[in-house]
């Protein structure tokens, strides 16, 4: 008797089936990302506040935050630091010790789901390092600010555990808790914008 196959795809909101082992650009679609990103709740779920921190509302921080670092970057690398999470609206958010403890195969399909996320959009498969250098520089700062707001850390163990980020880089910005559906749209509206500004 034959074992069935595992399954090793997922049907998504858009009518699309994502092949988890073999993603390919045309089965990405910008609003299930959004859906799905705006669903992901960061930090486990263990942020203060009545709604989650998604991690939709943490791509868009970082891609202000990348902005505000980075302003000569071309709006393309804008637009990759607001996908650099996308996998996660299909494998979800896990936090960095959970990571460690599954091993280097929940890498690979990160890389495998970016790579189709970026030629999906334009995007190099893989980004040159110093782009994804940047990106992870905003992300670290938004970590911090995350950490320090919403997820219980003190300052000076946020300090430690992802850098203390320049004053001048926060004012004005703040950590928004927003229903899904808000931010989802946000999301949608922002990737719109990035993607025309560098399209034309």
Request: charged share 25%.
């Given at each position: 008797?034959?074992?069935?196959?595992?399954?090793?795809?997922?049907?998504?909101?858009s009518?699309?089936?994502?092949d988890?082992?073999d993603?390919?650009p045309v089965?990405?679609?910008?609003?299930d990302i959004a859906h799905?990103?705006a669903?992901?709740?960061?930090?486990?779920?263990q942020?203060?506040g009545?709604w989650?921190y998604s991690?939709?509302e943490h791509s868009?921080l970082?891609?202000?935050?990348?902005?505000?670092?980075f302003?000569?970057?071309?709006?393309?690398?804008r637009?990759?630091?607001?996908?650099?999470d996308?996998?996660?609206?299909?494998?979800?958010?896990m936090i960095?010790p959970v990571k460690a403890a599954?091993?280097?195969?929940?890498?690979?399909?990160?890389?495998?789901?970016?790579?189709?996320?970026?030629?999906?959009?334009g995007?190099?498969?893989?980004l040159?390092?110093e782009?994804?250098k940047?990106?992870k520089?905003a992300d670290r700062?938004?970590?911090?600010?995350?950490?320090?707001?919403?997820?219980?850390f003190?300052?000076?163990?946020?300090?430690r555990l992802?850098?203390k980020?320049?004053?001048q880089?926060?004012?004005?910005?703040g950590?928004?808790?927003?229903p899904?559906k808000?931010?989802?749209d946000?999301?949608?509206l922002?990737?719109?914008s990035?993607l025309e500004?560098?399209?034309?």
């Open positions: 008797m034959t074992k069935k196959p595992t399954r090793a795809w997922q049907r998504m909101l009518g699309r089936r994502l988890l082992l993603p390919t089965d990405i679609e910008i609003e799905g990103l669903f992901v709740a960061r930090w486990n779920g942020t203060y009545d989650p991690v939709a868009l970082v891609e202000a935050l990348f902005g505000r670092m302003p000569e970057m071309a709006p393309r690398w637009l990759a630091a607001l996908l650099h996308a996998p996660e609206y299909v494998i979800g958010d960095s599954v091993g280097p195969s929940y890498g690979e399909l990160d890389l495998r789901l970016t790579a189709a996320v970026h030629l999906r959009f995007l190099p498969a893989m040159p390092a782009i994804k940047a990106i520089r700062v938004s970590a911090w600010m995350e950490a320090v707001q919403i997820a219980g003190g300052r000076d163990e946020a300090d992802f850098g980020p320049d004053p880089l926060l004012v004005g910005l950590i928004r808790l927003r899904p808000e931010v989802r946000a999301f949608l922002r990737h719109k990035l500004s560098y399209q034309s």
